[in-house]
Nanobody
Framework: QVQLVESGGGLVQAGGPLRLTCAAS????????MGWFRQAPGKERGSVAT????????YYADSVKGRFTISRDNAKNTVYLQMNGLKPEDTSVYYC??????????????????WGQGNQVNVSS
């Protein structure tokens, strides 16, 4: 079993940066594809960024491409989401997820087996 805990969210002004951290425990996630998702009120949960193992294949939603960077530190069992140039429309609850599969990354929430509790990010204009 894998437990995921996100941290690093909060309130930031538009244009500013935030870094989200996802710390895993219970077992190593070094071979698991990992993803960051977000869900705003009244909207479906959608993929923001995903990363395979050992970390050389990444995917980004068009809305965050060029502004967000996903990375992983397998030695620390941790995944990060560096968010730069934040916009009010990035306001959402951000979730970290792990996929217990050798099939590779996926942008579908249903393909992920373990989820963090969610971390609120608010971007003011």
């Amino acid at each position: 079993q894998v437990q995921l805990v996100e941290s690093g969210g909060g309130l930031v002004q538009a244009g500013g940066p935030l870094r989200l951290t996802c710390a895993a425990s219970g077992r190593t996630i070094s071979s698991y594809p990992m993803g960051w998702f977000r869900q705003a009120p009244g909207k479906e949960r959608g993929s923001v960024a995903t990363i395979g193992w050992p970390g050389d294949n990444t995917y980004y939603a068009d809305s965050v491409k060029g502004r967000f960077t996903i990375s992983r530190d397998n030695a620390k069992n941790t995944v990060y989401l560096q968010m730069n140039g934040l916009k009010p429309e990035d306001t959402s609850v951000y979730y970290c997820a792990a996929r217990r599969s050798m099939l590779g990354v996926s942008t579908l929430p249903a393909d992920y087996n373990y989820w963090g509790q969610g971390n609120q990010v608010n971007v003011s204009s």
